[in-house]
């Protein structure tokens, strides 16, 4: 089977985590700082924080913008969920902005129409999840200029984007949100197992996301009520959690890290290919606007259902029998029954809906060969009934 996408362990990557496990540190030790600096010095970011998820980094990113019961999250329904959990984590209610159909991302028109129209109602969202659906970037510079307009807060769910560009700049140092959260999931662009990051410039958002990292205590005398009891003393000021990413994990990051701009000019090289060699089949290969570098997380096609005589469906299965490794980013999250139980139904996100309809996310990571990937484009040539 030729996996959807995969990630590459070198001997230095192995050296690197076994180090760790000899040292003093599995936890709370050099690494994680070490993997902080790295990745905020990368994109050009002031602060970074490593926990052990995207969803981690997500939730705390939501808590420090101060995001509660009585508040709106609003986000694209064509994301992981995760995107839109974090809302309900923190009591506030979730809902949804549809997409461009040339990008797939939360369309900017969309979201001024429903601005509009929720200023009226006096149910603006506090926070706007922009997600950068297969690395390429949101229209940042537009979502940002509403942001002003109608005061909500932005957090970049790059979990896809790390390593890629908007407008020449890279996605992470949150020229145009308040927070930008990284995934290191082993599909993603770099990989620590399991693993996110949460980077910002402010510093007192960087401070609170610390602190409900690590349980809310503090040992900082600054952000104590009163004088320390000894030099043993902490102090519980937040209701935190344990999201903390352990040294072995930061290690590998650190390693990885590395290799992160050469990734992602190999997924470049091998998705332009694809457009290349798909050009003349009946589907839509993804569109990009000029003003991104996409990281390239995902190769998303979409077919062309009235010019086969095969069903969306029909299509995939074939490809999966053929071993390919297709899949389905992403169903979208309104119409899961979770959501559906909060009230959404079928039909409120035209644009998903027609999306997920006819996506079909094919092999792409950068250790993928030429030859793969011929085999990918011969068994969907084959799928789609040519
Ligand atoms: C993978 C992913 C997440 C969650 O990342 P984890 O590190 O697995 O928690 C969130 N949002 C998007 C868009 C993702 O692709």
């Given amino acids: 089977m030729i996996p959807y996408g995969r990630q590459e362990i070198t001997q230095a990557d192995v050296d690197a985590v076994v180090a760790v496990l000899q040292s003093d540190f599995l936890t709370q ?6 993997f902080e600096q790295g990745v905020a010095k990368h994109v050009g970011a002031k602060h970074a924080l490593a926990v052990n998820s995207a969803t981690s980094a997500l939730h705390i990113a939501c808590l420090a913008l101060g995001l509660g019961k009585g508040d709106w999250l609003w986000t694209s329904p064509i994301t992981f969920v995760a995107s839109a959990n974090c809302g309900l984590y923190c009591g506030a209610q979730v809902d ?3 997409i461009d159909p040339r990008t797939y991302n939360l369309c900017p028109e969309a979201l001024e129409a429903k601005l509009q129209k929720a200023e009226q109602e006096a149910r603006l969202p506090k926070v706007l999840v922009a997600v950068h659906l297969c690395g390429q970037p ?7 200029a509403l942001g002003q307009r109608y005061g909500f807060k932005i957090v970049e769910d790059a979990s896809h984007a790390i390593g890629g560009q908007y407008q020449n700049e ?4 949150s020229r145009y949100s308040d927070i930008t959260v990284f995934s290191f999931h082993p599909v993603k662009i770099i990989t620590t197992a399991e693993g996110g990051m949460a980077l910002t410039n402010d510093e007192s958002l960087a401070s609170r996301m610390d602190l409900l990292r690590s349980h809310g205590v503090t040992r900082d005398p600054a952000l104590m009520t009163h004088e320390a009891d000894g030099p043993w003393y902490y102090q519980q000021i937040a209701l935190g959690f344990n999201y903390r990413m352990t040294e072995l994990q930061a290690a590998l990051g650190v390693s990885q890290l590395e290799r992160l701009d050469g990734y992602v000019a190999r997924r470049n090289a091998l998705a332009e290919r694809y457009d290349t060699q798909l050009a003349e089949l009946p589907i839509i290969t993804p569109w990009q606007h000029p003003d991104s570098y996409s990281g390239r997380h995902l190769y ?3 077919l062309k259902l009235d010019e086969i005589s095969v069903s969306h469906r029909h299509a995939f299965e074939t490809l999966r029998d053929q071993g390919i490794g297709v899949n389905l980013h992403y169903i979208p999250v309104h119409t899961q029954p979770y959501y559906q139980q909060l009230g959404f139904q079928h039909g409120n996100f035209p644009e998903a809906e027609r999306y997920y309809a006819e996506a079909i996310s094919v092999p792409l990571y950068p250790t993928m060969s030429e030859s793969e990937q011929d085999l990918v484009i011969a068994a969907l040539r084959k799928a789609l009934g040519l």
């Fill in 29 to 34: 030790g050099p690494q994680v700082p070490r």
């Fill in 96 to 98: 949804f902005v549809d």
């Fill in 138 to 144: 949101c229209d940042m510079q537009a979502i940002h």
């Fill in 170 to 173: 890279y996605i992470g140092n």
């Fill in 300 to 302: 998303v096609i979409r």
